[in-house]
């Protein structure tokens, strides 16, 4: 059916905007939790403190992205709604046990797995069923929706902070139970118009019968050139992005100690996000085609060089000037993820391909913030962990800047294929009108013999 362009539909927007803020507003806000996660579980005797403490936080964003091709699968087959309520279901169980553990090595399974899990099976859907509502307004729709997390990311950190200081770190994950709740309560307002896999298979018997793999996973989105590039650049890029998020209230803490508001950073690094998805997502809509990809490659390029200039501020308003500029790009990135999918496979298979990019994308997103924990319990310092974060953005846009070049390429032989086609079947033509016209002479002789 045609999409509404509203009444439902901007119900169920206020509850994918909670579900967006909720979940990323929580993984943004990791380093406050980080901070206190050393000072509650840490001793003097453990050389390798940050290094198992950036665990937590790591696992639980790259199991975020690590789900999203398997979600993408349950999505398709079992529809929005269910998906998304229990997944905030199994999402607060995970977020509730984590706040019962007593030593750092449970919240491997508690916090970084169990509601890793749960946000990501919550958070998918509620990007699916806006299609489901809007056409015309879908830019608009995702703008504001999206703009939920950037607006948790800002005011998350100043409230987990009175929180923290107030009840400990134990309780204060028990009031961030209420936003897991409450984002259970919004997966029911996921109403489906368009039916899913499950509905049409069974039809009105409501027999469920599982599709072909084929439709299931669409690996065929691997068989293009310039997908595979971007889908295996951007993790490339990938590998110090989230390490800021982790180590940086911590660095703050090590260079300038409890002089300054830390959680400044994450305001800033929130609203900067929040203004480059708005300003980046309508410059994109005046960039054709898969060039949009240069605003990817500018993105990565300054991402690197924020990251590199953290351990040359030796000034607090200097590290506040990097993370505006960090934040800016941040938004730039994430917010045409989607318009350049959509140029590289074309609507019918976007839903998947972004499912296995976050996907891949999980893996340095994982990586990255412990290995940086690591340098910094082997060095004393964060210098050389962010100066190597710097690196990967900047060879990952590298390595994206031929894309727009070999899309125009395969478009070109696209192009020729049908014309190809259409000389083939005139020259088939023409001989089976020869083969017809030479078996009918000797008929037609025959006959007059006879």
Same mark, same amino acid.
């Given at each position: 059916p045609e999409p509404p362009e509203g009444g439902w539909g901007w119900v169920v927007m206020l509850a994918a905007m909670w579900c967006n803020g909720a979940v990323f507003g929580i993984q943004n806000s990791c380093g406050v939790l980080f901070v206190s996660m050393l000072r509650l579980f840490g001793s003097s005797e453990d050389k390798q403190l940050v290094f198992k403490t950036a665990w937590v936080s790591s696992l639980s964003m790259g199991m975020v992205f690590f789900c999203s091709p398997i979600v993408s699968v349950f999505t398709d087959l079992f529809g929005c709604r269910r998906v998304a309520v229990i997944g905030a279901a199994v999402g607060l169980a995970g977020l509730l046990s984590s706040s019962f553990v007593s030593t750092i090595e449970p919240l491997y399974f508690t916090y970084g797995i169990l509601f890793a899990c749960g946000c990501s099976f919550a958070y998918q859907p509620s990007l699916v069923i806006l299609g489901h509502y809007f056409k015309k307004r879908l830019g608009l729709v995702n703008g504001i929706v999206t703009a939920g997390s950037s607006l948790f990311t800002v005011s998350?950190? #100043? !409230? $987990?902070?009175?929180? *923290?200081?107030?009840?400990? $770190? #134990?309780? =204060? *994950?028990?009031? !961030?139970?209420?936003?897991? #709740?409450? !984002?259970?309560?919004?997966? #029911? =307002?996921? @109403?489906? !118009?368009?039916?899913? =896999? @499950?509905?049409?298979? +069974? +039809?009105? @018997? +409501? @027999?469920f019968k599982l599709p072909p793999g084929k439709k299931i996973c669409n690996f065929s989105v691997f068989k293009v050139l310039s997908y595979r590039i971007w889908a295996f650049g951007i993790p490339t890029a990938l590998f110090g992005y989230f390490v800021p998020y982790v180590h940086l209230m911590n660095h703050v803490k090590d260079r300038f100690g409890d002089s300054v508001p830390e959680e400044v950073l994450l305001l800033c690094l929130g609203i900067t996000s929040g203004v480059g998805r708005l300003v980046f997502g309508r410059v994109a809509d005046y960039i054709p085609g898969a060039k949009k990809i240069y605003l990817q490659v500018a993105s990565f390029f300054f991402i690197g060089l924020m990251s590199m200039m953290i351990p040359l501020c030796h000034v607090f308003g200097a590290l506040i000037a990097v993370c505006l500029f960090m934040g800016l790009f941040d938004g730039c990135f994430i917010c045409i993820m989607a318009p350049i999918a959509f140029e590289l496979v074309g609507a019918q298979d976007v839903s998947q391909a972004i499912g296995f990019l976050l996907g891949l994308m999980s893996v340095p997103m994982t990586v990255g913030p412990p290995v940086a924990g690591l340098l910094r319990d082997k060095l004393g310092t964060y210098d050389v962990a962010f100066y190597l974060a710097g690196v990967p953005p900047l060879i990952g846009g590298a390595i994206l800047c031929v894309i727009p070049w070999i899309h125009e390429r395969q478009k070109l032989k696209e192009r020729a294929k049908p014309v190809d086609g259409e000389t083939t079947e005139k020259m088939l033509g023409k001989e089976s009108t020869l083969v017809s016209d030479t078996t009918e002479k000797p008929v037609k002789e025959l006959e007059s013999g006879i």
């Amino acid at each position: 059916p045609e999409p509404p362009e509203g009444g439902w539909g901007w119900v169920v927007m206020l509850a994918a905007m909670w579900c967006n803020g909720a979940v990323f507003g929580i993984q943004n806000s990791c380093g406050v939790l980080f901070v206190s996660m050393l000072r509650l579980f840490g001793s003097s005797e453990d050389k390798q403190l940050v290094f198992k403490t950036a665990w937590v936080s790591s696992l639980s964003m790259g199991m975020v992205f690590f789900c999203s091709p398997i979600v993408s699968v349950f999505t398709d087959l079992f529809g929005c709604r269910r998906v998304a309520v229990i997944g905030a279901a199994v999402g607060l169980a995970g977020l509730l046990s984590s706040s019962f553990v007593s030593t750092i090595e449970p919240l491997y399974f508690t916090y970084g797995i169990l509601f890793a899990c749960g946000c990501s099976f919550a958070y998918q859907p509620s990007l699916v069923i806006l299609g489901h509502y809007f056409k015309k307004r879908l830019g608009l729709v995702n703008g504001i929706v999206t703009a939920g997390s950037s607006l948790f990311t800002v005011s998350l950190p #100043f !409230l $987990l902070r009175v929180l *923290l200081d107030s009840v400990d $770190l #134990f309780n =204060t *994950l028990r009031v !961030l139970c209420i936003l897991m #709740f409450v !984002l259970f309560l919004a997966g #029911f =307002t996921y @109403k489906p !118009l368009v039916p899913n =896999t @499950k509905d049409k298979e +069974g +039809g009105k @018997k +409501g @027999k469920f019968k599982l599709p072909p793999g084929k439709k299931i996973c669409n690996f065929s989105v691997f068989k293009v050139l310039s997908y595979r590039i971007w889908a295996f650049g951007i993790p490339t890029a990938l590998f110090g992005y989230f390490v800021p998020y982790v180590h940086l209230m911590n660095h703050v803490k090590d260079r300038f100690g409890d002089s300054v508001p830390e959680e400044v950073l994450l305001l800033c690094l929130g609203i900067t996000s929040g203004v480059g998805r708005l300003v980046f997502g309508r410059v994109a809509d005046y960039i054709p085609g898969a060039k949009k990809i240069y605003l990817q490659v500018a993105s990565f390029f300054f991402i690197g060089l924020m990251s590199m200039m953290i351990p040359l501020c030796h000034v607090f308003g200097a590290l506040i000037a990097v993370c505006l500029f960090m934040g800016l790009f941040d938004g730039c990135f994430i917010c045409i993820m989607a318009p350049i999918a959509f140029e590289l496979v074309g609507a019918q298979d976007v839903s998947q391909a972004i499912g296995f990019l976050l996907g891949l994308m999980s893996v340095p997103m994982t990586v990255g913030p412990p290995v940086a924990g690591l340098l910094r319990d082997k060095l004393g310092t964060y210098d050389v962990a962010f100066y190597l974060a710097g690196v990967p953005p900047l060879i990952g846009g590298a390595i994206l800047c031929v894309i727009p070049w070999i899309h125009e390429r395969q478009k070109l032989k696209e192009r020729a294929k049908p014309v190809d086609g259409e000389t083939t079947e005139k020259m088939l033509g023409k001989e089976s009108t020869l083969v017809s016209d030479t078996t009918e002479k000797p008929v037609k002789e025959l006959e007059s013999g006879i």
